[in-house]
């Protein structure tokens, strides 16, 4: 079935500095994207959607200058957390759908911690 | 929009009987309804999924029905076991592609 990796699984780093996450499609190619945010106990919220070789589309609320997307291959999405914040701890979720089926095919997951 | 609601909010089973899990959407054109199961500091995985065009749909120990008169979906596991304890999400899809999700439930299988 449809594998989606995304790295790093969990990361620390210092208030004000950037934090990039990686989300990779092994075995398809997705030209579509989504980014979800999950702090603890509650359930996915959607960010952005990813799309490749154009702009992404953020949810409202969602600050873009914050959080950038890149979608430059269609097997490959990141997401850079810039200035991060304390707030901005939250585990990262990326999924991508294959065109021809239903189901999305969730990464693992970040778990971001600012200190 | 499209509003999802999920429950319960907890579920707690002993080891050998069934949970059921219920979410109700709002959009009656939707027609394509996952479940996932979200192990702890893991992303979700589907389990199963249905078709606006079938009733229930059966896979081992998982079955998920779908009632689209009355809109609402369930998630139906037996004869659980302590590996069933993670917390179930349901979905709904957009016609964006978006999927919007329930708020979760957490199933503890008590052995």
Partial sequence: ???????????????????KIECRSLDFQATTMFWYRQFPKQSLMLMATSNEGSKATYEQGVEKDKFLIN?????????????????????????????????????SGTRLTVV | GENVEQHPSTLSVQEGD?????????????????????ELGKGPQLIIDIRSNVGEKKDQRIAVTLNKTAKHFS?????????????????????????????????????
């Fill in chain 1, 1 to 19: 079935g449809a594998v989606v990796s995304q790295h790093p699984s969990w990361v620390i780093c210092k208030s004000g500095t950037s934090v």
């Fill in chain 1, 71 to 107: 979608h430059a291959s269609l097997t490959l999405s990141t997401l850079t957390v810039t200035s991060a914040h304390p707030e901005d701890s939250s585990f990262y979720i990326c999924s991508a759908y294959e065109t021809g089926t239903y189901g999305y095919t969730f990464g």
């Fill in chain 2, 18 to 38: 069934s949970a059921v899990i219920k979410c109700t959407y709002s959009d009656s054109a939707s027609n394509y309804f996952p479940w996932y199961k979200q």
């Fill in chain 2, 75 to 111: 998630l139906h596991i037996t004869e659980t076991q302590p590996e069933d304890s993670a917390v179930y999400f349901c979905a709904v899809p957009l016609q964006s592609y978006k999927y919007i999700f329930g708020t979760g439930t957490r199933l503890k299988v008590l052995a």
